[in-house]
């Protein structure tokens, strides 16, 4: 099946949608939010019959939707959010994806770009140094006897009390760093041995740590809630749950391919595998998923520990003031989760299963929530650009309450596999055009580099423009980059 154009009903400047009856098996109208250009992008994959089979999924509600970012993915499109109702809803491993609870940590100094410009090289040498990145690199903590447990269980808390996170950080973060109902004893042995050495590394692939500066501020009021102003020199770190969350999901997938045929559950693609929300299989998958996510939060908690280290190590006895030292977390989003929200269905509140899979939460005005200092602004909402480009702050709307289950875009949405951009793009070529940019690179590998090039990406600042005009998410900040860490 392929989608065209013409088979949308262009319903707002922004939004297209599916009906319900274009394929027999919908349940619900398939939307995408997008313009023009990134409509006829988003054409040449095949997302869009993606999101077409996920408005199949038993118990969808209201209807299935898609970011502007986007892009093929397995089962869901990376960008789709569909919630179910519960309880007898269904829950997907293939809506959240294989990095479970992939997020972005955005931190704050109160620098400005030129006190840091002298010692960027040193900051960016610290920060490889001290952040393990790459495919299967192991950690600095050591996770022994019961410690691994624990961290599924308590998340940032576990962090915390090793005296290596404040309590503001986990304020800041989404969930409080820790997101309720995780039952290690769901988790395989694979998944366990995979996950015991990698705590505090950032990986591969599409994930960084970036040292950036605020470009230019579109909203005072939401900026000075969050702690931003032009030239401060902030750090974005990107990366998920590492080889725990992908054996998680690859488990689940495995078993779940017997569980949609023990409950009768006829699907378009088998990649959409599930299991009612109340059924034991549908709880087993949501206790391992939890923990993976807490993993995750862990994970770049001790990340923010190691930036502060190499804030330290790096500006400490070069006359800055005092304050050069304190990093402070503005906050912590997820985007590859599945959470159990109360949500607007049929005119009530209802309890469904937001899955949001390469979307983020974009909570609005007055959600609980919220950390009180941004309660009354709403949610900050990270979106990071491709290596090189801008990166956007974003905040949550009461539009995105109503209309998306208060969800966003996560990013800028990938136009070319990593195959097709290793083969399209230098390595070394493009690190030395990044570096004439002024922007320090410190990676290892030229592939990996290559294949995370602006080329391989959709304009980001066209993805924001489309959510911000389209009233899910306002702009706050442009981030601009200074210095790029990837493994």
Same mark, same amino acid.
């Not at 990340?303 to 502060?308: G, N, Q, T």
């Not at 469904?352 to 390469?358: A, L, N, Q, S």
């Not at 980001?460 to 702009?475: D, L, Y």
């Given at each position: 099946m392929t989608v065209h154009k013409q088979d949308f009903e262009r319903i707002g400047p922004y939004v297209w949608q599916l009906p319900a009856g274009y394929r027999k098996d919908m349940r619900v109208p398939a939307r995408l939010y997008a313009d023009e250009t990134l409509l006829r992008a988003t054409l040449a994959d095949r997302s869009l019959e993606q999101l077409v089979n996920t408005a199949t999924m038993p118990g969808v509600v209201k209807y299935a939707m898609a970011m502007p970012d986007i892009h093929q993915g397995y089962g869901f499109p990376i960008g789709g959010v569909v919630a179910t109702e519960l309880p007898h809803g269904v829950i997907s491993p293939g809506g959240v994806g294989y990095d479970i609870n992939c997020g972005v940590r955005l931190l704050a100094s109160a620098l400005r770009r030129e006190e840091v410009a002298p010692h960027l090289s040193d900051l960016a040498n610290a920060l490889y140094r001290n952040c393990p990145s790459g495919v299967g690199v192991r950690g600095s903590v050591q996770l022994q006897g019961n410690n691994l447990d624990k961290v599924l269980v308590e998340g940032s808390r576990w962090v915390l009390r090793k005296g290596w996170a404040t309590r503001e950080d986990l304020q800041h973060t989404e969930e409080g760093g820790r997101l309720a109902g995780a039952d290690p004893a769901k988790l395989s =042995?694979?998944?366990?041995?995979r996950g015991r050495p990698q705590l505090g590394t950032l990986g591969a692939g599409n994930h960084f740590i970036e040292v950036d500066m605020v470009a230019e501020v579109f909203d005072q009021e939401a900026a000075a809630a969050f702690g931003l102003f032009e030239q401060q020199v902030v750090v974005q770190i990107h990366c998920g749950s590492r080889g725990l969350g992908h054996q998680v999901c690859s488990d689940y997938v495995r078993r779940f391919q017997k569980t949609v045929q023990k409950y009768g559950i006829d699907l378009p693609d088998r990649e959409l595998v599930c299991a009612p929300w109340d059924s034991p299989e549908g709880q087993d998958y949501f206790a391992a998923m939890a923990c993976a996510a807490n993993y995750a939060f862990?994970?770049?908690?001790?990340?923010? *520990? *190691?930036?502060?280290? %190499?804030?330290?190590?790096?500006?400490a006895g070069k006359g800055l003031p005092a304050r050069a030292l304190e990093i402070r977390q503005v906050y912590d989003i997820t985007h590859n989760m599945a959470k159990v929200e109360l949500h607007k269905v049929r005119g009530q509140r209802r309890?469904?299963? $937001?899955?949001?899979? !390469?979307?983020t939460r974009a909570f609005g005005p007055g959600a609980e929530a919220?950390?009180? =200092?941004?309660?009354?602004?709403?949610? &900050?909402?990270?979106? &990071?650009?491709?290596? !090189?480009?801008? %990166?956007?702050?974003l905040v949550g709307t009461e539009g995105a309450m109503d209309e998306t289950f208060g969800s966003s875009c996560h990013g800028a949405g990938r136009t070319m596999s990593r195959k097709k951009a290793k083969k399209s793009v230098r390595g070394d070529s493009l690190r030395k055009e990044l570096e004439a940019a002024g922007i320090r690179v410190r990676a290892g590998s030229t592939a990996g580099l290559a294949e995370e090039s602006p080329a391989a990406y959709k304009d980001?600042?066209?993805?924001?423009? $489309?959510?911000?005009?389209?009233?899910?998410?306002?702009?706050v900040a442009c981030l601009h980059p200074l210095a790029v860490i990837k493994g």
């Open positions: =042995d694979r998944a366990r041995t862990a994970n770049r908690q001790v990340l923010v *520990h *190691h930036v502060r280290r %190499s804030f330290e190590e790096a500006l309890k469904v299963c $937001v899955h949001r899979k !390469g979307a919220l950390p009180e =200092d941004y309660r009354a602004v709403g949610q &900050p909402v990270l979106v &990071p650009g491709s290596m !090189g480009t801008a %990166s956007y702050v980001v600042s066209r993805v924001v423009e $489309v959510v911000h005009q389209a009233g899910i998410a306002r702009k």
